[in-house]
């Protein structure tokens, strides 16, 4: 079964973990947009962290009692959600494929933030325990699936993608510790799962069984972020 991002990130605070690790804006005047999909947590986290006085959040929470944060209907499509406001920091810390159509979501980025703007975009973790092995190579050889190889061209795909528009785009690693269930958990999200776990669904759940094997028989689990930074000049 697939867990909600929402819940997700409510029960694990995973996505919270990497802020407390990213260069953010000093500026209470810095208009933020959250295209992160994590319900509250993460525009909430913002403003009390760093006291941003407007955030928009696209977001299917109802309506709440704060000036600071604007929700936006996830009624359109992503990029016209995002083409259609602006913002000085454009965030968005969420597992790979998020953006499933990339240059024209890169264009929709270009689109909202203003000049001299910040882009923080997570794009997906690897995973390595206490001796340094490579968890998902592991687990990519066991089912015959690149698992590894799929992540990393989502990274370079978006990563190249938006060199083409902003200046000075660098990626960085934020390292997240976490417990063996929350990275079942984590590996469950839609974006992940169905993207990642299996060439024939007839595979599935011998995949999902595999994997739980491979996490649990690991020991001191340590995910490593990778995250693109960027400027509008």
Same mark, same amino acid.
């Given at each position: &079964?697939?867990?909600?991002?929402? %819940?997700?990130?409510?029960?694990?605070?995973?996505?919270?973990?990497?802020?407390?690790?990213?260069?953010?804006?000093?500026?209470?005047?810095?208009?933020?947009?959250?295209?992160?999909?994590?319900?509250?947590?993460?525009?909430?986290?913002?403003?009390?962290? &760093?006291?941003?006085?407007?955030?928009?959040?696209?977001?299917?929470?109802?309506?709440?009692?704060?000036?600071?944060?604007?929700?936006?209907?996830? @009624?359109?499509?992503?990029?016209?959600?995002?083409?259609?406001?602006?913002? @000085?920091? +454009?965030?968005?810390?969420?597992?790979?494929?998020?953006?499933?159509?990339?240059? $024209?979501?890169? /264009?929709?980025?270009?689109?909202?933030? *203003?000049?001299?703007?910040?882009?923080?975009?997570?794009? /997906?973790?690897?995973?390595?325990?206490?001796?340094?092995?490579?968890?998902?190579?592991?687990?990519? *050889?066991?089912? @015959?699936?690149?698992?590894? $190889?799929?992540?990393?061209?989502?990274?370079?795909?978006?990563?190249?993608?938006?060199?083409?528009?902003?200046?000075?785009?660098?990626?960085?690693?934020?390292?997240?510790?976490?417990?063996?269930?929350?990275?079942? $958990?984590?590996?469950?999200? %839609?974006? +992940?799962?169905? *993207?990642?776990?299996?060439? @024939?669904?007839?595979?599935?759940?011998?995949?999902?069984?595999?994997?739980?094997?491979?996490?649990?028989?690991?020991?001191?689990?340590?995910?490593?972020?990778?995250?693109?930074?960027?400027?509008?000049?």
């Amino acid at each position: &079964m697939n867990t909600d991002i929402k %819940d997700f990130e409510e029960k694990t605070h995973c996505f919270k973990k990497i802020i407390e690790s990213l260069n953010l804006p000093k500026a209470k005047e810095t208009v933020v947009f959250d295209a992160s999909l994590k319900g509250l947590s993460i525009p909430y986290y913002l403003q009390d962290r &760093m006291g941003y006085k407007k955030i928009y959040s696209i977001n299917d929470s109802p309506k709440i009692q704060n000036r600071h944060i604007v929700l936006l209907s996830t @009624d359109q499509k992503l990029e016209t959600i995002i083409s259609n406001h602006k913002s @000085d920091l +454009f965030i968005a810390l969420s597992p790979p494929f998020l953006f499933e159509h990339t240059f $024209e979501s890169v /264009y929709a980025i270009s689109k909202n933030l *203003n000049v001299g703007g910040k882009l923080i975009i997570s794009t /997906y973790p690897d995973l390595y325990d206490e001796k340094g092995q490579d968890i998902l190579g592991i687990f990519s *050889n066991l089912i @015959d699936i690149p698992i590894k $190889e799929k992540l990393h061209r989502q990274h370079l795909t978006l990563q190249n993608a938006l060199s083409n528009i902003f200046k000075n785009i660098s990626s960085e690693e934020v390292l997240v510790k976490a417990s063996k269930e929350d990275i079942i $958990e984590l590996f469950n999200l %839609d974006l +992940f799962y169905k *993207n990642l776990f299996y060439n @024939d669904i007839k595979n599935l759940l011998d995949n999902d069984i595999i994997f739980e094997q491979v996490i649990f028989e690991a020991s001191d689990l340590t995910l490593l972020w990778h995250i693109i930074y960027g400027h509008k000049f």
